[in-house]
């Protein structure tokens, strides 16, 4: 009677563990998955960091910046701000958008050969395994998730917020910090006069000539959000769209004020 008794608490006792263990799986299963996401976000800051005392570290923020905001003027290669809305659109559109860019370099995501950003990932010479690849896609993907949710700020229509769109929407990278030129042409004296210089002669060239003589700013607006649509029948002229989800209003605004005030001596 007595082992019949044992029996049958110890069967209601592994029950009750098991309806409790099940109950609670899925919170056992979050919390173990934010402890292994922490974790790798953690490795992601180590590869990304340029500091010498961490073995790991692949050097990233010496074109990006530390906090991954964009390089500076003391960068050897001036890499764009990571922490971008435009990151989290090209996301939704093909989610493997940052790890090809990590893994095969720029030129695989914009078809730019002149793509200052390079492969890094060991199957096609680059220094990163997958799990390090994997880390560094993590982080960049958190930080333009969080960008995505802020509220686009209003920016003011000075020369100075100009400068500073000039350098938080990547194109620095292309132009220059002094905007001398680089992948992309000169802008010093874009206020004056149009580059017509281009590496990839636009269709509507003639078109972009007249439109800058009749309304210099007009014609920045209509190249900045679209030069391809706008200027090349749709086809790539290497500047990249800046639709008003990347680029609000007033930044665009800014900018142009910027750029307008870049004249010939």
């Known amino acids: 009677m007595r082992l019949k008794t044992l029996g049958v608490i110890l069967v209601t006792a592994m029950a009750a563990f098991t309806m409790l263990y099940w109950v609670t799986d899925d919170a056992r299963r979050d ?6 996401d922490e974790e790798l976000l953690h490795f992601g800051e180590i590869i990304f960091s340029d500091d010498p005392s961490e073995p790991a570290a692949a050097g990233c923020a010496q074109c990006h910046g530390a906090d991954g905001t964009g ?8 890499g764009p701000n990571l922490h971008s809305r435009s990151i ?10 940052v790890r090809l860019a990590v893994s095969y370099g720029g030129i695989v995501v914009s078809g730019n050969v002149n793509s200052p950003m390079p492969a890094w990932s060991n199957e096609v010479g680059g220094p990163l395994n997958e799990q390090q690849i994997e880390a560094v896609v993590t982080l960049v993907e958190g930080w333009a998730a969080e960008a995505a949710e802020e509220p686009l700020e209003e920016v003011p229509d000075t020369v100075e917020a100009g400068a500073d769109v000039y350098a938080s929407a990547g194109c620095v990278t292309c132009h220059g910090p002094e ?5 992309g042409p000169n802008l010093q004296t874009i206020g004056s006069e149009l580059v017509t210089d281009l590496e990839i ?3 509507g060239l003639d078109q972009m000539v007249a439109d800058y003589e009749a309304d210099a700013g007009n014609f920045l607006e209509l190249w900045i959000r679209d030069s391809a649509g706008n200027y090349n029948d749709g086809e790539s002229t290497d500047m990249p769209a800046h639709p008003e989800s990347q680029l609000s209003e007033s930044a665009l605004t800014a900018l142009i004020t910027f750029l307008l005030d870049q004249t010939a001596e």
């Open 31 to 36: 919390s173990i998955g934010a402890a292994q």
């Open 71 to 78: 390089g500076d003027a003391e960068s050897t290669v001036i």
């Open 88 to 97: 989290a659109d090209k996301l939704r559109v093909n989610p493997n958008y």
């Open 179 to 183: 905007l001398e030129g680089g992948i």
């Open 201 to 203: 002669e636009p269709s």
